[in-house]
């Protein structure tokens, strides 16, 4: 009697604990779906928003009769089937940018460039925090620049070049983006100063602020940016060059056009020359690399400042001889 009782108080147990499995299974499976139906419904979202394609792309290639994930520049990741890229560049396509995107809460990259798309940008966008990649280049976006995104820790590539941002770039925007690694914010509407914070952004390798309306003296703290590879200052309003700048050695291309500036740029490569040890060979021809990778208005500045640097330096090597 006492065994029958304990092998119905084992059923029992055993029943239960399928049930829960069960359970557990069908709540997953649940959720899982309920995740598709989120981004699926992002994605609609979006599709609603845009009031022209010129050649149908989204009426051809995003529909409810397939699965998202076989949506033309919609990767999904192999294991949970979630929206990680949404690449619908390059396209012509005119409308706004939905806050539904937001819910897209697995994306990496998100590349809406060379578009005709207005409006502001949803803050919703950047509570994602996978987000890695944006890329709104060449739109029609308008509104102040949006401080909200310098909070997502995620973030390396930002590029929202060539639309109609204005506003000032705000001193907290390297707060919180330790690996950012390209910032790009030309051919917009942005004035004031470039803030000094940027130096935070220690990862940083491309800086393109050309083409606004910056003013004052650049920050000698950009010099600290030790990774900095490209640097586009060139149509602003800038009036000094930081010594500092002679700290970034891997230096690749740097652009400081029409900015006035010609003077202080020899200024500079003459102490770039002997800043190191006195007018020593090495350091010249540093000074000569420096210069073949700054970009002038016209090769004629171009020529003037190496006629300078050599004026220069043959000056140095007379007065160590005399010395």
Known sequence: MERVHSLR???RFLLLHCLVLISLFIVAATAHTSYITTDQDALLALKAHITHDPTNFLAKNWNTSTPVCNWTGVPCDVHNH?????????????????????????????NLSFNRLSGSIPSAIFTTYTLKYVNFHENQLTGT????????????????????????IPANICSNLPFLEILSLSGNMLHGRIPSTLLNCTYLQILDLSYNDFSGAIPKEIGNLTKLKGLYLGRNRLQEIPREFSNLA???RMSLSENNLQDMIINFLQFYSSSTCFCNLYSFARSLIMLRFIVFISDRDKALCLFSLISFFNLCRLKKNVL
């Open 250 to 252: 891997e230096m690749e």
């Open 9 to 11: 108080m084992m059923s």
């Open 145 to 168: 620049f949006p401080s909200f995104i310098f909070d997502k820790s995620s973030l390396q590539h930002l590029d929202f070049a060539h639309n109609s941002l204005s506003g000032e």
């Open 82 to 110: 979630r929206v990680t890229v949404l690449n619908i560049s390059r396209l012509n396509l005119t409308g706004t940018i939905p806050f539904q995107l937001g819910n897209l809460s697995s994306l990496q990259s998100l």
